[in-house]
């Protein structure tokens, strides 16, 4: 590996109180006689990858799952303890995942003494019938005095999750969520449009009929109308589901949507790292006993290409035009002449960065299909990555 490009580590736990409705991670309720094993498989897993990398820079990490702070305090310190061991002390950013039913003093306390400096709390709403809905193990009134406490215990960054676009969720119901939540000035909003995963208790009972999708319309005005208010209240649109103050982007999710190094542990994790100017991918099975046999693969220019695309026009100020030139023997301007033709009243090139304009983000699905198809079949081998933006 190319050590002189810092790597960023996620971390996933497995494990959850109860699965939410429309979760699609992998994530297993009731598992506590899997807890200690595969904890302790997580840190040989990150001994193993720092070990071949001695020099690595560790430039974040992220702790997710399932919901890491529903391991019992005694387990998670143990845990945290042992990453301190392992990992550098200069980490710029150190976020963990959180339910508001996890929190209370003692557990802030804790995170807190272990170097964690940014917490991603899962709110997704504050409305008793949209959370059961969502089959959310929370309640309105355990998110308040969450909030309550990280205001009075807590000093360092806050994400707060919201979902919209749930069936019988209207706007004014995101609307009143966002004014209680920015109450609490959080550095970091994540607004995401409730899909539906196959395979979820959700999506089945959208097979059956029991709850009914919102409508395009209503969707696109409920994100616009959540959009606008943030952006009147200081908060600045990023990337196509999350806004921040100045200063407060998420540093761990910028290295996937730029598409920098970043190694996985844990069963379901992923990792794109450096090899021989190429990108390696190792995927992590999404299995308890087997998840440290991952596969690899070296991916080609063609899928490398695309994924460049795909996270790259998700970000605000899209994709870097000569970043991507420098990984690749291509000419945006040239390669993807169609898609730019056609695309062109939503398209914005401004230094070195060509964007989606609002109405193209709502349509961003149709312009990745459109310039994926443009993607040459026979683009050399020859890309070299990484390169940092």
């Not at 899997?34 to 070990?51: D, M, N």
């Not at 190792?282 to 490398?304: A, C, T």
Request: net charge negative; charged share 20%; proline share 5%.
């Amino acid at each position: 590996m190319n050590t002189a490009y810092p790597v960023s580590i996620y971390i996933h736990i497995p494990f959850c109180t109860k699965k939410c409705g429309y979760c699609d991670f992998y994530s297993i309720s009731g598992g506590s006689s899997y807890y200690s094993s595969v904890l302790e498989r997580i840190i040989l897993q990150l001994k193993t990858f720092i070990a071949k990398n001695p020099v690595i820079d560790v430039y974040t990490v992220y702790i997710g799952g399932g919901t890491p702070s529903s391991l019992p305090l005694n387990l998670l310190e143990s845990f945290l303890s042992a990453l301190e061991d392992i990992l550098p002390s200069n980490v710029e950013e150190f976020t963990m995942e959180v339910n508001p039913e996890d929190i209370h003093k003692p557990f802030l306390e804790m995170l807190f003494s272990h170097h964690i400096n940014r917490i991603s709390m899962g709110v997704q709403s504050l409305n008793e019938s949209v959370l059961k809905v969502l089959e959310r193990n929370t309640s309105r009134y355990k998110t308040l005095k969450a909030l309550d406490c990280l205001a009075s215990n807590w000093q360092e960054n806050i994400s707060f999750d919201l979902i919209t676009s749930v069936p019988g969720q209207e706007t004014a119901d995101t609307l009143r969520d966002l004014q209680t939540l920015l109450k609490f000035s959080p550095g970091h909003i994540s607004l995401y449009t409730l899909t539906f995963e196959n395979g979820t208790p959700l999506t089945k009972k959208l097979e059956e009929g029991t709850i009914h999708k919102v409508s395009e319309e209503h969707e696109a005005a409920m994100f616009d109308g959540c959009t606008d208010y943030l952006e009147e209240n200081g908060y600045y649109r990023y990337e196509i589901s999350n806004f921040s103050t100045p200063g407060e982007q998420s540093l761990h999710n910028k290295v996937y949507w730029d598409l920098n190094p970043y190694f996985g542990a844990g069963p379901s994790a992923v990792s794109t790292i450096p090899f021989q100017n190429k990108a390696l991918r190792i995927e992590n099975p999404r299995d308890m006993k087997s998840f440290l046999h991952g596969n690899f693969e070296l991916i080609n220019s063609q899928s490398f290409l695309l994924e460049h695309l795909l996270m790259g026009f998700r970000l605000i100020k899209g994709i870097h035009v000569g970043r991507i030139e420098s990984i690749f023997p291509i000419d945006i301007f040239s390669t993807f002449t169609r898609t730019i033709d056609n695309w062109s009243r939503n398209l914005k090139f401004n230094e070195g960065y060509l964007s989606l304009d609002r109405s193209g983000l709502m349509l961003l699905n149709k312009f990745l299909s459109d310039i994926a198809d443009e993607i040459p079949e026979d683009l050399p081998e020859n890309y070299s990555w990484p390169l940092r933006s």
